[in-house]
């Protein structure tokens, strides 16, 4: 256990300090994993999530022929015509990046609204980088908001039994919801006052860019329909857990074969392809592997444990553990497992806190669950590597020529985070403490 927590810390520094070759050092240890025997052989391609690394790669692929039909520079002359200036832009793209996230998973949403961002910027001749920083962190907040948000809410609402309405209101009380909201109105105004100088007014030129091809356009909204789709689809439909990203690449093939059958060459195809980011997915891969390691060697079910425990028989303290820790622990390692392993401890936790305190076990389980959410899902917002959506908006400014620095994303998330958590934490306890 011991050797395989060293390695995991040393890769995540060394990921921090060398961020040009993180995929290459990602890679490098999910591989001394397997060697060290932290993670089986036969456990390799159960720990790595196809799904995500599907969907990144088709819809990364229908994003590149969407840019080439110049629907995304239309949309930012749409966006642009109707803001003042720099810094409302930027908060605008960041909300309605959110709004989209509450929906589709936030990897796809960045994925979308990068391109409109990067085409703005383009014409206004300004950095990107905090633009798309802004928007995958506002795509990573709305993921708790709803029960289809994130594949941790889907967790979440599985053991609780919430059905999609209960993320709204729950056991009469305004739930969830309400609470990442709230957050998202402070952290909005935290993106305000951090694009502060950010006061050029946006010309407006009346000219609008004409598409040359509404099919990319049309495939991302019944991508986006098929996802929200899928996730109200019953169990007994056994639909495959990679449905997500398998929709994703048979819709970039479609989109694939439409553009060769217009463009008659083999560059049609190539040429979209080769757009799609490798590094991303190489680094993703890797992170799946440690993680993998992790979990089977039995280091996050320990870190859990004495999350657990840390409150003793104090419910809010052991709400308050739980809300902060999960930011911090998130902050440096997928999400997606540990909730998976906290789930059944907060189970258990309340069902002894319930026979030593006589409240019923549900209503312990309540804000224990909700906070968890809560700190899992934002406290990847910390750290440039701390949530896929991060990885990913990183990766699309690497090809554009950017060099996001650590310091750069740590201006914008960790004050982003606090807004956003405080008042949920605070809303949590005060409609479901008991």
Same mark, same amino acid.
């Given at each position: ?17 060398? =961020? ?18 932290? &993670? ?27 840019? *080439?039909?110049?629907?995304?520079? !239309?949309? /930012?002359?749409?966006?642009? *015509?109707? $803001? ?31 391109? $409109? ?57 305004? =739930?969830?919801? @309400? ?45 986006? /329909?098929?996802?929200? /789709?899928? =996730? ?20 970039? $093939?479609?989109?694939?074969? #439409? ?16 757009? #799609?980011?490798? *590094?991303?997915?190489? &680094? ?9 390691? !992790? ?55 309340? #069902?002894?806190?319930?026979?030593? +305190? ?24 910390? +750290? ?25 994303? @740590? ?24």
């Amino acid at each position: 256990m011991i050797p395989a927590m060293i390695i995991f810390a040393v890769t995540y520094v060394l990921m921090l300090v060398f =961020s040009r070759v993180r995929p290459f050092i990602a890679l490098a240890s999910g591989i001394l994993f397997i060697i060290f025997g932290f &993670l089986p052989l036969d456990r390799v391609l159960v720990e790595i999530d196809f799904n995500v690394l599907l969907m990144i790669a088709g819809t990364m692929g229908l994003i590149a022929l969407f840019i *080439e039909s110049k629907m995304p520079a !239309l949309l /930012a002359d749409l966006v642009m *015509e109707r $803001v003042p200036n720099v810094q409302i832009a930027a908060v605008a793209l960041a909300l309605f990046a959110g709004i989209i996230s509450a929906f589709v998973d936030n990897v796809a949403t960045v994925l979308m609204i990068a391109p $409109v961002a990067l085409e703005i910027c383009k014409k206004l001749k300004t950095n990107p980088v905090p633009f798309i920083i802004a928007i995958a962190v506002s795509s990573n907040l709305q993921g708790a908001a709803t029960l289809v948000g994130d594949t941790t809410a889907i967790m979440l609402g599985s053991a609780m039994d919430l059905n999609f309405m209960e993320f709204f209101f729950y056991q009469g009380k305004p =739930s969830i919801f @309400f609470a990442v909201e709230l957050g998202a109105v402070l952290s909005a105004l935290i993106l305000a006052f951090l694009f502060r100088r950010e006061k050029s007014p946006i010309p407006k030129t009346g000219e609008r860019t004409k598409v040359t091809d509404p099919v990319p356009s049309v495939l991302l909204c019944i991508l986006l /329909a098929l996802l929200v /789709a899928v =996730s109200f689809a019953p169990d007994s439909w056994n639909l495959p857990d990679e449905i997500n990203g398998i929709i994703c690449c048979a819709l970039m $093939v479609i989109g694939l074969a #439409i553009h060769f059958a217009k463009k008659r060459t083999l560059s049609a195809i190539i040429d979209p392809l080769k757009q #799609i980011d490798y *590094e991303t997915l190489g &680094l993703l891969l890797g992170l799946f592997l440690m993680i993998g390691g !992790l979990e089977h060697t039995g280091v996050i079910a320990k870190l859990a444990e004495l999350l657990a425990h840390m409150g003793g028989g104090n419910i809010f303290l052991l709400y308050t553990v739980i809300v902060w820790a999960s930011v911090l622990i998130s902050a440096f390692i997928d999400n997606i497992p540990y909730v998976a392993t906290m789930i059944p401890v907060i189970g258990g936790l309340a #069902i002894q806190l319930s026979a030593t +305190t006589g409240v019923g076990a549900a209503l312990i389980a309540t804000p224990l669950y909700f906070g968890l959410l809560s700190g899992a899902t934002l406290g990847g917002n910390i +750290t440039p590597i701390g949530a896929s959506a991060n990885i990913t908006s990183i990766g699309i400014l690497r090809r554009q020529g950017y060099e996001v620095k650590n310091r750069d994303f @740590f201006k914008i998330g960790i004050p982003f985070t606090v807004a956003a958590i405080v008042p949920a934490y605070i809303y949590i306890w005060l409609v479901f403490g008991v």
